[in-house]
Each structure stands twice: as structure tokens, then as C-alpha cells.
């Protein structure tokens, strides 16, 4: 399974949910970019970290160190966080064990998105004014990017 087709479950999960926006590959409200980042309509954000191998699953600890020691403390004071952050893979990859406590597991195959362990919420803040617009902005740029005649 790759990363596109697990992109592609979990729109349809976010949107079955019915969340307004969804987008692959943002850089708001997160450490970094996130593979998938859906907002639901009260303003809450979900950011979904691919993890398609167990190395890829190790590796994101450390090359992501601050991001997962500030998702941890839920320290949403310097830069913005999601209000739930979920590590989506294909079956049997990762044991509920292997998981830090703020994060939820989300099993992706064929016939779509099971919440293995549900995220819980790390903070309350709703998306930012500021995150919101750099969201506009980024799927505006996206639209004529691609635009063709």
C-alpha cells in the first residue's frame, strides 16, 4: 500500500466525517509537513503521519524529536499543534503498545479506515486565524499551480 492510496482512505474517512477541509502534504499547524492535515468544521485539526514500514515509523522519532517531545507536552505556546495527531498505516505494522500516549492509530487497507486506537485530543485551541489563512493561501497556489487551459 502506498503513501497516495492510504492519502486517499483517509480523505475519504475525513470527509465521511464530514470534515470541511482536507489536504496531503501541509505545512500549517505542525511540525514540519504533514502527510495529511483535515480540519473539522468547530475548527479542530487532525494531522495523520503516513508510516507505510516500521524503519519509517523509528526513523520519524528522530528525525522529528522536537515535534514528538512538544506533541507530548502539548506545548502549542511557539508554534501551532494539531488537536489530534494520528499515525495511519497498513494492517499489523505497529502493536497499541509501541505508540506514545498522544497518539491514536488509524489502520488503513482496501476497504477503507479503522480506528485502531482513537487520538486523543491534545489541546483545545482551534485553528488559528493565522493557520487558517496560510491554508488559504496554500491551496490557492496549489489551484493555479496545476491549472491547465
Not at 65 to 83: E, F, V, W, Y
Not at 92 to 101: N, Q, R, T
Request: aromatic fraction near 8%; charge should be negative; hydrophobic fraction near 30%.
Amino acid at each position: 500500500m502506498t503513501e497516495t492510496t492510504i492519502q486517499n482512505q483517509l480523505y475519504d474517512w475525513c470527509s465521511d466525517k464530514r470534515h470541511p477541509v482536507t489536504i496531503d502534504n501541509c505545512g500549517a499547524c505542525t511540525i514540519g509537513k504533514a502527510d495529511l492535515l483535515s480540519v473539522t468544521k468547530a475548527r479542530l485539526v487532525h494531522e495523520f503521519e503516513i508510516k507505510c514500514t516500521v524503519a519509517d515509523y523509528e526513523r520519524d522519532f528522530q528525525a522529528k524529536d522536537t515535534k514528538h517531545k512538544r506533541l507530548g507536552r502539548a506545548d502549542n505556546r511557539l508554534m501551532s499543534l494539531p488537536n489530534y495527531f494520528w499515525f495511519a498505516t497498513p494492517p499489523d505494522l505497529l502493536a497499541l503498545d509501541d505508540l506514545p500516549d498522544y497518539a491514536g492509530l488509524m489502520i488503513v487497507d482496501a476497504d477503507g479506515c479503522h480506528e485502531e486506537k482513537p487520538a486523543p485530543r491534545i489541546h483545545s485551541d482551534n485553528l488559528s486565524d493565522k493557520d487558517r489563512r496560510y491554508i488559504e493561501r496554500g491551496l490557492t497556489h496549489r489551484y493555479w499551480n496545476h491549472r491547465t487551459d
